[in-house]
């Protein structure tokens, strides 16, 4: 099977985008829903038993395919047999996980010193091992370029998923809607990805090719660092400040940082494959880059900015009174997740040229940083944590990975500042102007100061890209570019 560049790559990746994105909107939009409604049907303690448990099976399910997902996307050529053999290792490497979860369940309730664990735990496994058994079939689908297919199947799953956790959790069944669930996503997952790939394994074959083995082992290496970074902070304070104080916590990052992964994900699965086929001609690798960033920034940043800034507002709107905790957490979450956005896809960069020994190398060193401060900010609880990741993230990481990306190129560190410069430097203007608009606008209504700040920080920030000459080249080139594929 070879992976040679695909005609009108433009229209291609236009198409994908649109379809990615359309699609993505409407789970976003599901999940969004989800948060909201389950927010009045549950009870914080309910979120913070299944976020205890969360973390740990996370890091069990990084081992779900060894990486080898991903390789089958971005391999220049890969063999029936190779498939065959990637398959065998998945699935055997997915049983394993869901046994090993399984099996930990009474010491992850008798860290809690919460019996209910054991259930929660042992029901959080199977997601794994079905996940494995769709790695394939998914990785096909996204090397042939089968974007539509791929975003129709996120929709129905996580629709699925909604649709059975809000039933479950009006029918009174607490935490366990919140277990099966997800059980129900994977499954839908798991048989809308056979159905369409239509792809059949042969007999057994654990014989993997080195070159695969490799990009995988480094791949999961970073994703096994970069675990610490995403799931610590629950652990810690679901130990050291309950799980009342996780569940506000839990919903801050639901609310914030969970949609902007919901951004990058899809975008990654066009990307990835699109860029593998075009890594050898640097200068296109990075104006594509380039330009699908600038545009990423400017659809996600001010509407960050925006929330951040009316945190007491947006948390009161959507969650009511009894939430009000989660306010300055969420506040917190969005100061950091300004810049990720833009810093969360260069992994593209990495993936793509093959560099996953450095993005491994990446990985550990933001894991450590990340660690130190979850460990520090602890001493403040919920809202510490939150704040001493967004500190070190501006302080410690977004330094460090502009340099890496410059060494790796043919992205520079000047590219990868710039983006994120501009909207931040927004954002404090918005931010400036809306603390002199009058307590008449901004006080009246929740409503009104919350589209306020949404229109101050889009306004402010499509002049300032307007201005500088990088941002308005790349906003005129992609609208002229989406203009003439669209025909």
Not at 128 to 145: D, E, F, I, K, T
Not at 202 to 227: E, H, M, Y
Not at 336 to 341: E, G, V, Y
């Amino acid at each position: 099977m070879n992976a040679n560049p695909p005609p009108q790559f433009g229209r291609v990746a236009l198409r994908g985008g649109v379809v990615t994105i359309g699609a993505q909107g409407f789970k976003m939009a599901i999940q969004f829903l989800s948060v909201i409604v389950l927010a009045r049907l549950l009870v914080p303690e309910d979120f913070g038993l299944v976020a205890s448990v969360g973390p740990i099976v996370a890091f069990v399910g990084l081992l779900q395919n060894l990486g080898l997902q991903q390789a089958v996307v971005q391999r220049k050529d890969i063999s029936t047999e190779q498939l065959n053999q990637v398959f065998w290792i998945s699935a055997l490497v997915g049983m394993g996980s869901a046994v090993v979860v399984a099996c930990l369940a009474p010491a992850i309730a008798a860290f809690y010193g919460d019996q209910r664990m054991v259930g929660i735990t042992i029901g959080s496994a199977l997601p794994l091992l079905l996940g494995s058994l769709a790695a394939v079939p998914l990785a096909l689908m996204n090397r042939h370029l089968r974007f539509g297919q791929l975003a129709l199947n996120d929709v129905i799953t996580a629709a699925a998923g909604l649709a059975t956790t809000a039933i479950a959790a009006y029918a009174g069944l607490g935490y366990w809607s919140l277990v099966i669930g997800p059980a129900v996503s994977a499954v839908v997952a798991l048989a809308a990805a056979w159905q369409v790939a239509r792809w059949t394994p042969s007999r057994p074959d654990l014989k993997v090719d080195t070159d695969i083995l490799s990009f995988g082992a480094n791949l999961t290496g970073f994703n096994l660092a970069n675990f610490f970074s995403r799931n610590l902070d629950n652990i810690l304070i679901g130990k050291y400040s309950g799980a009342i104080e996780l569940g506000y916590y839990d919903r801050a990052y639901k609310l914030l940082l969970f949609p902007l992964q919901n951004i990058n994900q899809p975008l990654t699965r066009v990307m990835v494959p699109l860029l593998s086929r075009i890594h050898e001609d640097k200068a296109r690798f990075r104006d594509i880059y380039v330009r699908t960033n600038w545009m990423l920034a400017a659809i996600t940043m001010p509407g960050i900015a925006a929330l951040t800034l009316t945190s007491d507002q947006v948390v009161g709107l959507l969650f009511g009174e009894r939430w009000t905790a989660v306010a300055p957490i969420f506040a917190w979450l969005g100061i950091a997740s300004l810049i990720q956005s833009v810093s969360s896809t260069t992994g593209w960069i990495f993936i793509c040229q093959g560099k996953t020994k450095t993005m491994f190398h990446w990985g550990i060193y933001s894991s450590l940083t990340t660690v130190a401060a979850f460990i520090i900010g602890l001493h403040w609880g919920a809202v510490g944590v939150a704040a001493a990741y967004a500190i070190s993230g501006y302080v410690l990481r977004v330094p460090v990975l502009a340099v890496l990306v410059h060494r790796v190129g043919p992205v520079t560190a000047a590219d990868f500042l710039v983006m994120q410069g501009l909207f931040i430097a927004s954002s404090l203007l918005a931010w400036s102007v809306y603390r002199e608009l009058p307590a008449s606008l901004t006080g009246q209504s929740d409503l009104l100061a919350v589209v306020l700040a949404v229109a101050l920080n889009y306004s402010i920030g499509l002049v300032l890209m307007l201005a500088l000459g990088q941002s308005r080249s790349a906003l005129f080139t992609t609208l002229s570019s989406a203009m003439r594929n669209a025909r």
